[in-house]
Nanobody, 118 residues
Framework: QVQLVESGGGLVQAGGSLRLSCAAS????????MRWFRQAPGKEREFVAA????????YVSDSVKGRFTISRDNGKNTVYLQMNSLKPEDTAVYYC???????????WGQGTQVTVSY
């Protein structure tokens, strides 16, 4: 059974930082490309970042470029999202995802809430 468990969300002031983690089980983690998405209240789910199986090709969306970094540790079956210079518009539930295609993953975590205050 595939499980993706996010952690690290919380409440932070604008300009602050958070690091999200996603621990995977039930898959051969080192063979999967991993992604992060987010969904703000009343908005559609948005792609945030992706990283290939080896970690050699991280990619972040234009909306977070220069502020967010995706990385992974295959030895720990974990993918990370380092979020710096957070803005109130980054407030959302952040989801880890795996498998499928870039924008249509097969597997999803339960999400972790990130709230950025003014």
């Amino acid at each position: 059974q595939v499980q993706l468990v996010e952690s690290g969300g919380g409440l932070v002031q604008a300009g602050g930082s958070l690091r999200l983690s996603c621990a995977a089980s039930g898959i051969i983690f080192g063979t999967y490309n991993m992604r992060w998405f987010r969904q703000a209240p009343g908005k559609e789910r948005e792609f945030v970042a992706a990283i290939n199986w080896s970690g050699s090709s991280p990619y972040v969306s234009d909306s977070v470029k220069g502020r967010f970094t995706i990385s992974r540790d295959n030895g720990k079956n974990t993918v990370y999202l380092q979020m710096n210079s957070l803005k109130p518009e980054d407030t959302a539930v952040y989801y880890c995802a795996a498998g499928g295609t870039m924008l249509r993953p097969n597997y999803w975590g339960q999400g972790t809430q990130v709230t950025v205050s003014y």
